[in-house]
């Protein structure tokens, strides 16, 4: 039986790395705590482990260079990462996953972006009304990392030979994601109408929903886990046989001799 018990960031952690966010964003504004936790969920969730000498450069450009340059401070700065990179690893493990699938594991740092705090901002003047209509949902910001952090590595989200349920299932896993960031009312009715006929979904339930998703999402690269075509061998000639190159010579005397020393 797998240990079920999930573990969540502590206040220190999360602070540490909002702090790091900051630094971060002062180099690329797209960087913030939400869409870091959201990015680093889909590179977990998806088909192959991929390091942060990896990841980081395709996401970030030279941010990350050029925040943390000395060698001490991008040590500190890489625990960070990997504290929270650790947490959400915990939290998608697949075998717990496939153990209770109905069991909502992940838990994302998300900021408040309630109408209630956008009013408290606009009533304060920390924020006016051009920037309230561009106030991100619950939600959405995180929803934007995930997605940016797919399409990085699209292929290797490419989507596997399978039967058509399974790509249906598939799409839809993505549509849970892609709605969060959907601002038209119309638009995110009509595509909940299709995946929850007869359905309400409030804002919370549609972040459960897109939690779900990426949680399935991950039982599902397990399950089709990309297979690497083996690496083909060819023979290798016998000393007295004509080399393969067409020289006419004997292998041992053409591509199979011995360098020389000089």
């Avoid at 990841?55 to 625990?79: I, K, M, S």
């Avoid at 920390?126 to 991100?136: H, I, R, T």
């Avoid at 297979?227 to 000393?239: F, L, N, S």
Wanted: hydrophobic residues 45%; contains cysteine; proline residues 6%.
């Amino acid at each position: 039986m797998p240990n079920l018990k999930t573990r969540d960031s502590t206040d220190a952690e999360v602070e540490a790395l909002e702090a790091l966010c900051e630094r971060l964003g002062g180099f690329d504004d797209r960087v913030t705590l939400e869409w870091l936790d959201g990015c680093m969920a889909a590179l977990i969730a998806g088909p192959r482990a991929i390091t942060p000498a990896e990841w980081l450069p395709a996401l970030l450009g030279d941010a990350w260079e050029r925040t943390f340059a000395d060698p001490a401070d991008v040590a500190q700065a890489t625990d960070t990462l990997m504290a929270r990179w650790n947490v959400l690893a915990s939290q998608m493990d697949a075998e717990a996953l496939f153990d209770v699938p109905d069991e909502l594991r992940l838990s994302p740092l998300l900021g408040d972006y309630s109408a209630e705090q956008r009013d408290a901002l606009l009533a304060e003047g920390k924020l006016d009304a051009e920037q309230a209509k561009d106030f991100p949902l619950f939600g959405e910001i995180w929803a934007i990392g995930v997605l940016e952090a797919i399409d990085t590595f699209a292929d290797d989200w490419a989507m596997p030979d399978t039967d058509s349920d399974d790509i249906a299932w598939f799409e839809a896993s993505l549509r849970s994601l892609v709605a969060l960031t959907m601002r038209d009312d119309a638009e995110l009715a009509a595509d909940l109408q299709l995946r929850y006929p007869g359905k309400t979904l409030d804002r919370d339930a549609l972040v459960d929903e897109a939690c779900f998703a990426l949680q399935d999402l991950r039982c599902f690269w397990v399950e089709h886990a990309p297979r690497h075509a083996p690496r083909r061998v060819e023979p290798t000639p016998g000393r007295n046989d004509p080399c393969p190159c067409g020289s006419g010579i004997k292998y041992k005397k053409c591509h199979g001799a011995a360098p020389s020393v000089h």
